[in-house]
């Protein structure tokens, strides 16, 4: 008797083992490349380079855990790199050299972000259009307003106003501001998704938005409001690009979408919605910028790591396909 009741048992216990080991791997890899890559450069395991990592990863990854809620909800955001382009220029060329300048900028930026994700949420939210396809048109559309806003010529500021200048340049005792506006973004995220209603609902319309709806679950209202932060988020890194560079080309935010979904994915999260977690995507976030600074570290030219990083794209894409059809 006692051995047909534990035959449930164990198997529950491998299921919580497997999800325990499946949702670990992401930090699991960021472990075991720091250990390889601090035995082949002796360089990357130095405080400078480790806060140089962190640095850059707290840029793109504030834009990845926007895109891990839309993705969570079943689906896509490839306007966030144009989004992010459109806020960084929008702070650099509204000149922000004193206070009333710089709140403006930085109130404009985040609202420009906050109404392209409105429009994405409402066209892939209530219409229900293709979410790939629609924030493709949605990245073009923007990308084609900051070459307008910004006449096509690069922009830059001189004597930003130093409170905004701190959050991309300025250091809190030994590490960079970033970081710490990343993780308090993280954080927040990270229980949300985890301890509210709005986390548990996300999680179930992206798991089967079927069953979702037919449970009450406002499905149209979620996917907006993810849509909503993850644009929010998308300006968040674009000011802080601007406060850090304070000059730019009105094209750079193209192609910053497809490191952002390398991120996330490295992180863990379906590409059919319903899983994934926000600390995943750090980890995700982290074990890019540690895979690129290696390649830096090593010589490897610019070229090759676009093509290393397409690789590990479709790679991780291939993955997530197989253990989606492996349940």
């Given amino acids: 008797m006692n051995t047909v009741k534990s035959q449930p048992e164990l198997q529950v216990r491998g299921l919580i083992l497997k999800d325990l080991l499946r949702e670990n791997v992401p930090w699991l890899l960021v472990i075991v490349s720091g250990l390889v890559f601090s035995l082949l450069f002796p360089e990357f395991f130095t405080i400078r380079n480790i806060t140089n ?38 702070t650099i060329k509204m000149q922000p050299t004193s206070l009333g300048s710089a709140l403006l900028a930085v109130a404009v930026a985040l609202g420009s972000g906050i109404l392209v994700g409105i429009m994405n949420g409402l066209v892939v939210g209530q219409m229900r ?36 200048e701190f959050i991309g340049r300025g250091i809190l005792g030994d590490f960079p501001a970033p970081i710490f506006i990343f993780l308090f973004i993280a954080v927040i995220g990270h ?19 079927v069953t979702a709806a037919l449970s009450g679950i406002n499905i149209d209202w979620l996917r907006i409001m993810a849509y909503v932060f993850s644009g929010f988020c998308a300006a968040v890194g674009g000011v802080m690009i601007a406060a850090r560079t304070q000059n730019v080309d009105p094209s750079f935010g193209l192609g910053q979408e497809m490191d952002v979904l390398t991120c996330v994915l490295l992180g863990g999260v379906s590409l059919y919605g319903g899983r994934g977690t926000v600390t995943g995507t750090v980890a995700g976030v982290l074990l890019l910028f540690m895979i690129t600074n290696a390649m830096t570290l090593s010589g490897i030219p610019y070229e090759m790591q676009l093509i290393v990083k397409g690789a590990l794209l479709v790679s991780v894409v291939a993955v997530n396909v197989i253990w989606q059809k492996r349940g």
Avoid: C
Wanted: charged content about 5%.
């Fill in 53 to 90: 990592i962190f640095r850059n990863a707290a840029l793109v990854g504030i834009v990845a855990i926007g895109m891990t809620y839309v993705m969570i909800s079943g689906a896509f955001d490839l306007s966030v790199g144009a989004v992010l382009g459109l806020a960084t220029v929008i």
């Fill in 129 to 164: 259009t293709n979410s790939i396809v629609t924030t493709i048109g949605t990245m073009y559309v923007v990308l084609g307003i900051t070459l307008v806003y910004a006449q096509g010529q690069h922009v830059w500021v001189e004597n930003m106003y130093k409170p905004l």
């Fill in 191 to 209: 229980l949300i998704l985890g301890l509210t209603r709005f986390g548990r609902y996300l999680y179930a319309t992206g798991g089967n938005p």
